[in-house]
């Protein structure tokens, strides 16, 4: 696997990160893109509102965090196949990524974070003069 600026937290079965003592925490799954100039994460977090997003970074590690509220907590299900749960995942981030622009946003529960390379580790088009 090529190095590109990101590590992922490796866990075992549907549930990780710390312990909660309210429900499950799982992981979200998590598409990642390579553009020319940043790293795309994508992750899939349905149920989770804006304001439950708890995303930081700090020496070298991405941190997602979110809480998810129950979808309907005055029903009695006959089979509930959608669990419930709040949402963990950690990335290790490399020197190759510029933290100070980071960025994300939610949509459709879907949270869109983007991890801008730094300049210096940018492509660039060389100029060839004739003499």
């Not at 992922?8 to 549930?15: D, I, P, R, S, V």
């Not at 990160?17 to 994460?41: C, F, K, Q, S």
């Not at 879907?110 to 088009?125: D, F, G, S």
């Amino acid at each position: 696997m090529k190095n590109n600026g990101l590590q992922q937290e490796q866990k075992q079965g549907t549930a990780a990160g710390p312990e909660a003592t309210r429900n499950l925490t799982y992981t979200p799954r998590v598409d990642i893109l390579e553009r020319e100039d940043e790293l795309v994460l994508l992750a899939d977090m349905p149920g989770v509102k804006q304001e439950n997003v708890d995303l930081h970074f700090e020496k070298g590690e991405l941190v997602l965090n979110c809480r998810c509220a129950p979808r309907h907590p005055d029903v009695n299900y006959l089979v509930e196949e959608y669990g419930i749960g709040d949402f963990y995942r950690a990335f290790t981030i490399s020197e190759q990524i510029d933290p100070e622009k980071i960025s994300a946003s939610l949509s459709g529960g879907v949270l869109t974070i983007h991890l801008p390379k730094r300049e210096a580790l940018k492509p660039r088009k060389i100029t060839v003069k004739g003499g």
